[in-house]
């Protein structure tokens, strides 16, 4: 018999990553980097469970929290196989509450934490069928995987059956890609150097260090002031040489004008992109700046689900899709984002670094290039080597590239010392923090 769900835990995990400025950029001075956990507890011998997370950056964590918490009654009491056996039918059941679905629809939030619980599904499937996420996805005939996408909303740009030929195309080569994938990884840049509250000495330092640990990308945030962008911008460029792809991100910063004028004053030092240069809503300004200026644009980080992808695609918005494992509503519908993005013959380069999206985010970029795109051409997953410590399976990686997971599951599970740590705001850490700044105050 089918074990049992028997509780969804819920966890406000943060850590006082502003205490560094680890992750400032132009628009978040001062993030806290955290977690709002999500655990499907079993009754199965042996503590089968699913772990999930929402990455957010500090205040609101709790609300993010709460409204994991409001889904449970679609999980309390399931079996494991009810959920498993079909997690195509309980992504739809999760995001499309009658009730619930009036604060999206299918955005923010309430979206992001039906996201936390579909990825924590995924995670116990793959546990229970003793795969990694890529594996088990990429073990899964075209017809099974089409049937976890909601077709709703796409099929103006994207039809069943065209998805169905975009994954059979895929099907002879997988096994040669699987094996590739595990002996070679998967590519990475890294935008450790880049965090606007650095300094030019620790910019110039990480940059170097970057190329010598085999990165043949590094990232640069901008957008707060274009004369320290053109001083960074060199500073990097000297450090790396001419071979090596900077790539930029703004972080939502600008208009279209702003965009156009700091981007041509940028582009003599060849950026590879230019990321988020405006509101992650706006699908035309993206393509206004995409045909503005000469550098090649990129989003998704904050795109809030698989219909603004569409329209960033059929509008020719965008060079470079970057899906976040957190964002949207988890595995399903990142996989109807990669069939769009290969449709339109556009490479997806995953956002990470945060807490745990580089952990989730690599399993849904190597199943893209087994069993979906099947190339890794002009692709590459985010890094930032912060936080790994908190996981019990990291992400590795080695001379530039992520190293396919082996261990079962989603990569999603925390360290229990890490719960017990930095639950917000009770957690030994945050006691210790609030008494400091008693004193201080
Ligand atoms: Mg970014």
Redo the contacts with the bound molecule.
């Keep these: 018999m089918s074990p049992t769900i028997t509780e969804v835990d819920v966890y406000d995990i943060r850590f006082p990553t502003s205490e560094q400025l680890d992750g400032s950029d132009a628009m978040n001075p001062d993030p806290d980097y955290s977690a709002a956990y999500v655990v499907l507890r079993t009754d199965a011998p042996g503590g089968l469970a699913g772990y999930g997370l929402c990455f957010t950056i500090g205040r609101g964590n709790d609300v993010v929290a709460a409204a994991i918490g409001t889904l449970r009654p679609y999980v309390v009491g399931r079996t494991v196989d009810s959920v498993t056996g079909d997690l195509g039918a309980f992504y739809r059941l999760l995001t499309h509450d009658s009730q619930l679905r009036w604060l999206g629809p299918e955005k923010g939030v309430m979206h992001m934490a039906a996201g936390a619980v579909v990825n924590a599904a995924w995670d116990l499937a793959a546990r229970e069928a003793g795969k990694p996420v890529w594996a088990l996805l990429a073990s899964m005939s075209p017809d099974q995987l089409v049937d976890l996408v909601d077709f709703r909303y796409l099929s103006d740009a994207l039809t069943r059956d065209e998805a169905l030929d975009i994954l059979r195309r895929a099907e002879p080569g997988r096994a040669a890609r699987a094996e590739r994938l595990r002996k070679e990884g998967y590519p990475a840049y890294t935008t450790e150097p880049g965090w606007l509250g650095y300094s030019d000495e620790k910019l110039t330092r990480l940059a170097k260090e970057a190329v010598a640990a085999g990165f043949a990308q590094i990232k640069l945030k901008v957008g707060a002031d274009l004369q320290d962008d053109l001083r960074r911008m060199r500073l990097a460029r000297a450090a790396v040489g001419p071979d090596i792809r900077i790539a930029v991100?703004a972080?939502q910063r600008w208009d279209v004008a702003e965009a156009l004028e700091w981007m041509a004053a940028l582009a003599p030092h060849d950026p590879y992109w230019i990321?988020?240069p405006t509101s992650p809503d706006d699908v035309l300004a993206h393509a206004a700046v995409r045909a503005g200026q000469p550098v090649r644009v990129a989003t998704g980080?904050h795109v809030a689900n698989r219909v603004v992808f569409k329209q960033l695609l059929q509008a020719g918005a965008v060079d470079f899709v970057q899906i976040d494992a957190a964002r949207v509503a988890g595995v399903n519908e990142n996989l109807a984002i990669l069939l769009l993005a290969a449709k339109f013959g556009v490479p997806v380069c995953p956002?990470a670094g945060g807490v745990g999206l580089c952990e989730l985010v690599q399993h849904l970029a190597m199943f893209d290039y087994v069993a979906v795109s099947g190339s890794l051409e002009g692709r590459v997953i985010e890094y930032v080597p912060h936080l790994h410590e908190h996981f019990t399976d990291p992400a590795v990686v080695e001379n530039g590239r992520y190293q396919a997971p082996s261990a079962p599951g989603f990569s999603a599970r925390m360290v229990p010392g890490t719960l017990a740590d930095y639950r917000y705001p009770d957690g030994p850490v945050w006691q210790a923090r609030e008494k400091r700044q008693e004193l201080t105050r």
């Design positions: 991100d972080n990321e988020e980080e956002h």
